[in-house]
Nanobody, 123 residues
Framework: VQLQASGGGFVHPGGPLRLSCATS????????AGWFRRAPGKEREPISC????????MYADSVKGRFTTSRDATKKVVYLDVDNVEPEDTAVYFC?????????????????WGQGTQVTVSS
């Protein structure tokens, strides 16, 4: 199981952001895929999870409304879209996966992790 997050960089406040998580080595349709982030000086926190099939989603209360996760099984990619980014969204973003469905947003429920991608929101 391999995961690689990308799409980070410098983003202006108020703008959109799309992160991608390229996957390989497993059938994405049978795995739950999650997004997490670690802001400077803070612990890693959960963002979202999406099931393989059906595409049921789960979000942390702190990000509901601005964050959307989706997946493209053909391309084997999981996405995280952020609307109206804020400076507080500055963090390293990680994607993770585990066989099955989204039981919760706990880190321990995800056994495979990719390297993070840095997002810096600044004007």
């Amino acid at each position: 199981v391999q995961l690689q997050a990308s799409g980070g960089g410098f983003v202006h406040p108020g703008g959109p952001l799309r992160l991608s998580c390229a996957t390989s080595g497993f059938n994405l349709d049978t795995y739950a895929a999650g997004w997490f982030r670690r802001a400077p000086g803070k612990e890693r926190e959960p963002i979202s999870c999406i099931d393989g099939s059906p595409h049921r989603t789960m979000y942390a209360d702190s990000v509901k409304g601005r964050f959307t996760t989706s997946r493209d099984a053909t391309k084997k990619v999981v996405y995280l879209d952020v609307d109206n980014v804020e400076p507080e969204d500055t963090a390293v973003y990680f994607c993770a996966a585990d066989h099955g469905v989204c039981w919760s947003l706990r880190e321990g429920d995800f056994t495979s992790w990719g390297q993070g991608t840095q997002v810096t929101v600044s004007s």
